[in-house]
């Protein structure tokens, strides 16, 4: 399905040109091998106002990388805070933590923790495991870790948008089946999580931002190494494939109609819900991916990040500070279930 201008919400239709030229350049993998090469004079250090940032490194399970960990937490903190897991976007193949610095900085001003956000390895450069490996390792790192970061290390959060969230999906699916650290609520935001999407004809979309090409691309490079030796794909590679939700945490998401991972991430959620897991969760009319950011000032892009922290701010006083009362502003479970309507 070719995604007009028109089909868009209303709120979104200035940026449609200029995201579908974007959307283009990035539909070739020497382009995104080019943005990797320049965000790597970017990556370091960004001051932001009110947070203490630092790096940190530890040494992959398999030996061959330094895993890059940026912390961010309250300036001038004290005391053990609650820790969350955040995981980059990027369609598996790009980005870095100081990417999604803002998204950071309102988690921790909304509610006080520490960020550890992994720079995981890219699919270009190690194929999964690798990726998924980092970001998993990173949260035992911090459970390891606790008493010199300053965390409480009995909850964690856990957190991503893209396939950031299909890392925090595959990493909450992961602590589920190993009971390594207990994890109050995850966010898998619009995640990435269904390998089988860009075979499916009947889920094909052309939408600015990301689109079943690009999603063909992602996922042939992060599965690429288990495709070449004919190995069945696991849950953890594509946490789609899951077929028990048993025990799983409580969970926020939200998802555009007009994106391809509308129909994996609105199934992912009736799963949870038939297993009886607590679920916030909207679904937003006419909005491609990524609207929430990539739509700047849009009133729709301002409520998808309202429902974000609103939600947050819930699920925290809830599940981790252990008190819902103190929740302010905080949303009722019925204001986000049914779809917003353009």
């Not at 491609?288 to 009133?299: I, S």
Request: glycine content about 8%; charged content about 20%.
């Amino acid at each position: 399905m070719k995604v007009t201008r028109q089909m868009l919400h209303r709120d979104l239709r200035s940026r449609y040109r200029l995201l579908t030229i974007v959307t283009s350049i990035m539909s070739f993998a020497w382009a995104i091998k080019l943005v990797n090469k320049l965000a790597e004079r970017l990556r370091g250090q960004q001051a932001i106002d009110g947070l203490d940032i630092e790096e940190r490194y530890f040494n992959s399970s398999d030996g061959a990388y330094r895993v890059r960990v940026v912390i961010y937490r309250p300036a001038g903190a004290t005391g053990k805070l609650p820790a969350m897991l955040y995981c980059h976007g990027g369609g598996y193949v790009t980005g870095y933590p100081e990417q999604f610095g803002e998204v950071i900085e309102r988690f921790i001003k909304t509610r006080p923790c520490v960020v550890v956000a992994p720079d995981y390895r890219k699919a270009f450069t190690e194929p999964f495991p690798a990726g998924f490996n980092d970001c998993y390792e990173a949260l035992l790192w911090a459970r390891d870790n606790a008493s010199e970061l300053n965390i409480d290390p009995d909850r964690f959060m856990v957190a991503g948008h893209s396939a950031g969230g299909g890392l925090t999906a595959a990493v909450t699916l992961k602590v589920r089946d190993t009971q390594d650290v207990e994890i109050a609520f995850q966010m898998p935001i619009y995640p990435m999580i269904d390998d089988t999407q860009p075979q499916d004809p009947d889920r094909d979309i052309d939408s600015p931002v990301w689109n079943t090409r690009l999603n063909r691309l992602g996922w042939g490079a992060y599965l690429a190494a288990l495709n070449a030796q004919g190995q069945a794909i696991p849950a953890y590679a594509a946490p789609a494939r899951n077929r028990d939700y048993s025990n799983f945490p409580p969970t926020i998401t939200f998802v555009g109609t007009l994106e391809p991972f509308h129909q994996e991430t609105a199934a992912y959620v009736q799963a949870l819900r038939d297993a009886q897991v607590d679920v916030m969760y909207q679904e937003y009319e006419g909005c491609y991916h990524a609207f929430d950011t990539l739509g700047g000032q849009a009133a729709v892009s301002k409520e998808a990040r309202a429902f974000t922290y609103d939600s947050y701010a819930m699920f925290y006083d809830k599940y981790v500070a252990g008190s819902a009362e103190q929740a302010a502003p905080s949303p009722q479970p019925g204001n986000y279930q049914q779809a917003a309507v353009e």
